[in-house]
Protein backbone atom coordinates (compact mmCIF):
# COMPACT_ATOMS: atom_id res chain seq x y z
CA UNK A 1 0.00 0.00 0.00
CA UNK A 2 1.38 3.71 -0.85
CA UNK A 3 2.16 5.45 2.18
CA UNK A 4 0.50 8.45 0.35
CA UNK A 5 -2.67 10.07 1.64
CA UNK A 6 -4.72 11.94 -0.52
CA UNK A 7 -7.80 13.85 0.54
CA UNK A 8 -10.34 13.65 -2.31
CA UNK A 9 -13.04 16.52 -2.18
CA UNK A 10 -15.72 16.26 -4.92
CA UNK A 11 -19.62 16.69 -3.89
CA UNK A 12 -20.65 14.69 -7.17
CA UNK A 13 -21.09 11.24 -6.45
CA UNK A 14 -19.75 9.42 -10.09
CA UNK A 15 -16.64 11.67 -10.10
CA UNK A 16 -16.18 11.22 -6.52
CA UNK A 17 -16.49 7.15 -7.21
CA UNK A 18 -13.87 7.19 -10.25
CA UNK A 19 -11.06 9.34 -8.83
CA UNK A 20 -11.20 6.83 -5.35
CA UNK A 21 -11.69 3.54 -7.32
CA UNK A 22 -8.33 4.82 -9.28
CA UNK A 23 -6.60 5.77 -6.25
CA UNK A 24 -7.65 2.33 -4.68
CA UNK A 25 -6.27 0.89 -7.64
CA UNK A 26 -2.97 1.99 -7.81
CA UNK A 27 -2.57 1.24 -3.71
CA UNK A 28 -3.36 4.89 -2.75
CA UNK A 29 -4.91 5.42 0.98
CA UNK A 30 -7.68 8.23 0.38
CA UNK A 31 -10.37 10.44 2.64
CA UNK A 32 -13.33 11.58 1.23
CA UNK A 33 -15.23 15.07 1.61
CA UNK A 34 -17.90 15.90 -0.35
CA UNK A 35 -18.59 19.39 0.55
CA UNK A 36 -15.83 22.47 1.82
CA UNK A 37 -16.48 22.37 5.91
CA UNK A 38 -15.88 18.30 5.73
CA UNK A 39 -12.67 19.23 3.74
CA UNK A 40 -11.11 21.07 6.37
CA UNK A 41 -12.07 19.34 9.39
CA UNK A 42 -10.54 16.30 7.34
CA UNK A 43 -7.40 18.34 6.00
CA UNK A 44 -6.85 19.40 9.76
CA UNK A 45 -7.45 16.43 11.52
CA UNK A 46 -5.51 13.88 9.12
CA UNK A 47 -2.93 16.29 7.29
CA UNK A 48 -3.28 14.49 4.23
CA UNK A 49 -0.15 14.67 1.88
CA UNK A 50 -1.95 15.84 -1.03
CA UNK A 51 -5.30 17.13 -1.76
CA UNK A 52 -7.50 16.63 -4.75
CA UNK A 53 -10.29 19.80 -4.98
CA UNK A 54 -13.01 20.30 -6.59
CA UNK A 55 -14.16 23.89 -7.06
CA UNK A 56 -17.83 23.72 -7.07
CA UNK A 57 -19.12 22.53 -3.90
CA UNK A 58 -22.51 22.89 -2.46
CA UNK A 59 -21.32 25.02 1.08
CA UNK A 60 -18.88 26.96 0.08
CA UNK A 61 -16.65 27.76 -3.00
CA UNK A 62 -13.46 25.71 -3.36
CA UNK A 63 -11.37 28.62 -3.32
CA UNK A 64 -12.27 29.46 0.31
CA UNK A 65 -10.93 25.90 1.49
CA UNK A 66 -7.43 26.92 -0.60
CA UNK A 67 -7.34 29.74 1.20
CA UNK A 68 -8.17 28.29 4.94
CA UNK A 69 -5.86 25.22 4.51
CA UNK A 70 -3.11 27.58 3.14
CA UNK A 71 -3.71 30.03 6.40
CA UNK A 72 -2.10 27.13 8.54
CA UNK A 73 -0.61 24.14 5.91
CA UNK A 74 1.39 23.98 3.22
CA UNK A 75 0.16 20.23 1.94
CA UNK A 76 0.26 20.29 -2.09
CA UNK A 77 -3.90 21.05 -3.60
CA UNK A 78 -4.41 19.77 -6.93
CA UNK A 79 -7.60 21.43 -8.24
CA UNK A 80 -9.99 19.20 -10.65
CA UNK A 81 -12.70 21.47 -11.73
CA UNK A 82 -15.36 22.05 -14.92
CA UNK A 83 -14.19 25.39 -14.80
CA UNK A 84 -11.90 25.93 -18.03
CA UNK A 85 -11.33 30.09 -18.08
CA UNK A 86 -8.26 30.98 -17.96
CA UNK A 87 -9.36 33.42 -15.06
CA UNK A 88 -10.61 30.63 -12.85
CA UNK A 89 -7.00 28.82 -12.97
CA UNK A 90 -5.26 32.13 -11.94
CA UNK A 91 -7.17 32.66 -8.87
CA UNK A 92 -7.36 29.44 -7.80
CA UNK A 93 -3.11 29.47 -8.09
CA UNK A 94 -3.14 32.88 -6.96
CA UNK A 95 -5.36 31.43 -3.53
CA UNK A 96 -2.07 28.57 -2.91
CA UNK A 97 -2.98 26.14 -5.26
CA UNK A 98 -0.40 23.67 -6.50
CA UNK A 99 -1.58 22.59 -10.10
CA UNK A 100 -4.84 22.38 -11.67
CA UNK A 101 -6.83 19.73 -13.91
CA UNK A 102 -9.87 20.49 -15.86
CA UNK A 103 -12.97 18.17 -16.16
CA UNK A 104 -13.13 15.44 -18.18
CA UNK A 105 -10.05 14.37 -17.39
CA UNK A 106 -7.79 10.69 -18.13
CA UNK A 107 -7.18 8.84 -15.24
CA UNK A 108 -3.69 8.67 -16.70
CA UNK A 109 -3.47 12.35 -16.74
CA UNK A 110 -4.52 12.70 -12.60
CA UNK A 111 -1.80 9.63 -11.70
CA UNK A 112 0.49 11.57 -13.93
CA UNK A 113 -0.35 14.91 -11.23
CA UNK A 114 -0.12 12.89 -8.25
CA UNK A 115 3.08 10.97 -9.31
CA UNK A 116 5.00 15.12 -9.82
CA UNK A 117 3.53 16.19 -6.64
CA UNK A 118 4.78 13.01 -4.71
CA UNK A 119 8.23 13.11 -6.40
CA UNK A 120 8.23 17.24 -5.64
CA UNK A 121 7.10 15.44 -1.95
CA UNK A 122 10.02 13.29 -1.91
CA UNK A 123 12.64 15.97 -2.75
CA UNK A 124 11.08 18.62 -0.59
CA UNK A 125 11.15 16.01 2.38
CA UNK A 126 15.02 15.05 1.52
CA UNK A 127 16.17 18.46 1.99
CA UNK A 128 14.33 19.18 4.91
CA UNK A 129 15.97 15.70 6.46
CA UNK A 130 19.32 17.01 5.39
CA UNK A 131 18.93 20.50 6.55
CA UNK A 132 17.05 20.00 9.73
CA UNK A 133 18.84 17.61 11.89
CA UNK A 134 18.96 20.46 14.00
CA UNK A 135 15.85 22.98 14.88
CA UNK A 136 16.74 26.30 16.13
CA UNK A 137 14.30 28.86 17.23
CA UNK A 138 15.36 31.70 19.35
CA UNK A 139 17.22 30.59 22.45
CA UNK A 140 15.45 27.06 21.85
CA UNK A 141 17.57 24.06 20.04
CA UNK A 142 16.46 20.91 19.42
CA UNK A 143 18.75 18.41 18.52
CA UNK A 144 16.68 15.42 16.56
CA UNK A 145 19.42 13.46 16.25
CA UNK A 146 20.91 13.59 19.94
CA UNK A 147 16.89 13.65 21.35
CA UNK A 148 17.90 16.20 23.31
CA UNK A 149 16.83 20.10 23.45
CA UNK A 150 18.22 23.23 24.96
CA UNK A 151 16.80 26.69 26.24
CA UNK A 152 19.85 29.23 26.23
CA UNK A 153 22.05 26.74 26.06
CA UNK A 154 21.39 24.92 29.21
CA UNK A 155 19.45 21.02 28.47
CA UNK A 156 15.83 21.09 28.95
CA UNK A 157 14.81 18.06 31.10
CA UNK A 158 11.86 16.93 29.36
CA UNK A 159 9.82 13.65 29.77
CA UNK A 160 9.41 11.58 26.59
CA UNK A 161 6.09 12.61 25.80
CA UNK A 162 7.10 16.36 26.06
CA UNK A 163 9.98 15.59 24.13
CA UNK A 164 7.55 14.13 21.21
CA UNK A 165 5.34 17.18 21.76
CA UNK A 166 8.05 19.63 21.05
CA UNK A 167 9.69 17.46 18.01
CA UNK A 168 5.82 17.54 16.53
CA UNK A 169 5.34 21.79 17.06
CA UNK A 170 8.92 22.18 16.11
CA UNK A 171 8.88 20.01 12.99
CA UNK A 172 5.76 22.32 11.92
CA UNK A 173 6.86 25.63 13.12
CA UNK A 174 4.20 28.10 12.33
CA UNK A 175 1.62 25.79 11.23
CA UNK A 176 -1.95 25.27 13.52
CA UNK A 177 -1.91 21.70 14.76
CA UNK A 178 -5.51 20.35 15.87
CA UNK A 179 -6.20 18.60 18.70
CA UNK A 180 -6.92 15.53 17.11
CA UNK A 181 -4.02 15.66 14.94
CA UNK A 182 -1.51 16.02 18.01
CA UNK A 183 -3.16 13.14 19.89
CA UNK A 184 -2.89 10.76 16.72
CA UNK A 185 0.33 11.64 16.47
CA UNK A 186 1.82 11.00 19.67
CA UNK A 187 -0.43 8.89 21.56
CA UNK A 188 -2.48 6.85 18.11
CA UNK A 189 -6.04 6.92 17.72
CA UNK A 190 -7.15 5.66 21.01
CA UNK A 191 -6.17 8.87 22.49
CA UNK A 192 -8.45 10.63 19.68
CA UNK A 193 -10.83 12.91 22.19
CA UNK A 194 -8.69 13.10 25.35
CA UNK A 195 -8.17 16.81 25.20
CA UNK A 196 -7.35 17.10 28.96
CA UNK A 197 -4.52 14.61 29.07
CA UNK A 198 -2.89 16.94 25.94
CA UNK A 199 -3.78 19.95 27.71
CA UNK A 200 -1.97 18.49 31.18
CA UNK A 201 1.06 17.53 29.28
CA UNK A 202 1.50 20.71 27.17
CA UNK A 203 1.11 22.59 30.41
CA UNK A 204 4.05 20.73 31.73
CA UNK A 205 6.09 21.41 28.50
CA UNK A 206 5.17 25.05 28.56
CA UNK A 207 6.69 25.20 32.47
CA UNK A 208 10.22 24.59 31.12
CA UNK A 209 9.98 26.06 27.97
CA UNK A 210 8.72 29.68 28.93
CA UNK A 211 10.75 31.85 30.42
CA UNK A 212 7.31 33.75 31.65
CA UNK A 213 4.56 31.96 31.29
CA UNK A 214 1.55 34.59 31.21
CA UNK A 215 3.74 36.01 28.27
CA UNK A 216 4.30 32.54 26.04
CA UNK A 217 6.90 33.01 23.34
CA UNK A 218 7.07 29.63 21.52
CA UNK A 219 3.61 28.14 21.81
CA UNK A 220 0.46 29.65 21.46
CA UNK A 221 -3.11 28.36 22.41
CA UNK A 222 -5.77 28.24 19.40
CA UNK A 223 -8.90 28.32 22.11
CA UNK A 224 -11.42 24.76 20.75
CA UNK A 225 -8.82 24.46 17.75
CA UNK A 226 -5.74 22.96 19.13
CA UNK A 227 -1.36 24.34 19.58
CA UNK A 228 0.92 26.23 17.07
CA UNK A 229 4.58 26.93 17.80
CA UNK A 230 5.25 30.56 16.50
CA UNK A 231 8.58 31.68 14.79
CA UNK A 232 10.62 33.60 17.04
CA UNK A 233 13.27 35.89 15.75
Known amino acids: MNKLLILVVEDDPPVRNLITTTLKTNDYRYLVAANGETAIL ?6 PDIVLLDLGLPDMDGIQVIKNIRSWSNMPIIVISARSEDNDKIEALDAGA ?32 AASSV ?4 RLKVDYAGGCAYLGGQELHLTPIE ?9 NVGKVLTHTFITQNIWGQSWDN ?28 HIGVGYRMMKVE
Open 163 to 171: YKLLCLLSK
Open 98 to 129: DDYLTKPFSVEELLARIRVTQRRLSYMTAEML
Open 194 to 221: DIASLRVFMATLRKKLEPDPDSPQYIQT
Open 135 to 138: FVNG
Open 42 to 47: EASSHN
